[in-house]
């Protein structure tokens, strides 16, 4: 079984290096000293960049998993929605 995000895998992954650079830098601010506010800032830079990742894996779930299980019905359809709904859930609540 294939993931739904396979097709954007390159980008998302691109996007995780630069989430991850952002962090490095983050921590390297703090280990300078450098103003707080500046800080905040990187940091609410960071945030953003995994909520597009986020948010890119959730609409190819929806678009792939729980769609398919749609059109499969029954107790699986079922389930594939209840998962997803969690999972919007949990990054509405992050």
Request: proline share 0%; net charge positive.
């Given at each position: 079984?294939?993931?739904?995000?396979?097709?954007?895998?390159?980008?998302?992954l691109?996007?995780l290096?630069?989430?991850?650079g952002?962090?490095?830098?983050?921590?390297?601010m703090?280990e300078?000293?450098t103003?707080?506010?500046?800080?905040?800032?990187?940091?609410s830079?960071?945030?953003?960049?995994?909520?597009t990742?986020?948010?890119?894996?959730?609409?190819d779930?929806?678009?792939?998993?729980?769609a398919?299980a749609?059109?499969?019905?029954?107790q699986?359809?079922e389930d594939?929605?209840?998962e997803?709904s969690a999972?919007?859930a949990?990054?509405?609540?992050?």
């Open positions: 079984m294939q993931h739904g995000y396979v097709a954007n895998k390159d980008d998302l691109k996007r290096r630069r989430a991850e952002q962090v490095r830098g983050i921590q390297r703090i300078e000293d103003y707080c506010i500046d800080v905040l800032t990187q940091v830079a960071a945030t953003k960049a995994l909520e990742v986020a948010l890119g894996l959730l609409d779930h929806l678009n792939h998993c729980v398919e749609a059109r499969e019905g029954g699986v359809g594939k929605m209840r997803a999972a919007i949990r990054l509405v609540r992050s």
